[in-house]
């Protein structure tokens, strides 16, 4: 028998944790994994742009990490009994290495840089938006349930991340790179 992908369990506005525990879909804890997993098609997306082979690469880790941050996420903090994949110090420093190396082939910033120039740059800063508003979301989440401080330190990261790899882009693609200009 094929596997469906409708259950109509969720019709009536609730959902299940890993665990088992029935939540609104609204819930805090499903808004959050539910935007870490727009972050992770929002990058879908850098990765499916016309990009070197390395920052593919590193697109797909990251993806793979959000997967992993979901499911954290997803899980009934007491009910859960399923082991789950971790999240790990050596996954932000990752982030941190990729960061340090565009840095040192990057022009120094002196204002900041209005999104755009390119779509690929306009999709990081996307992007990095989400990730933001992930970071948010896991913030308010911890408010009200520990979550383990490592998922928010690498969206943390991932932001920066993003970031500098839109300026990279700009620079990749021979992109304008936009300063703002404080009208005060």
Wanted: charged share 30%; hydrophobic share 35%.
């Amino acid at each position: 028998m094929a596997f469906k992908i409708y259950t109509k369990t969720g019709d009536k506005g609730q959902t299940s944790l890993i665990g088992g525990t029935r939540v609104p879909k609204y819930d805090i804890r499903i808004e959050a994994y539910g935007t870490v997993d727009e972050l992770n098609s929002t990058i879908g997306l850098i990765r499916d742009q016309e990009i070197d082979v390395h920052s593919k690469e590193i697109l797909i880790e990251i993806q793979d990490r959000l997967f992993t941050l979901g499911s954290l996420l997803a899980a009934d903090p007491v009910k859960n009994k399923m082991k789950l994949p971790q999240i790990s110090e050596e996954d932000v420093v990752l982030l941190e290495k990729e960061i340090d190396t565009m840095n040192e082939k990057l022009p120094e910033m002196k204002s900041f840089v209005l999104p755009g120039g390119h779509s690929t740059v306009s999709f990081c800063h996307i992007a990095r938006c989400v990730c933001r508003r992930a970071e948010r979301c896991v913030l308010k989440l911890n408010e009200s349930s520990d979550v383990n401080e490592l998922i928010y330190k690498y969206l943390n990261r991932l932001s920066d991340y993003l970031f500098t790899l839109s300026r990279k882009f700009t620079q990749d693609f021979n992109a304008p790179e936009t300063p703002w200009k404080a009208r005060v």
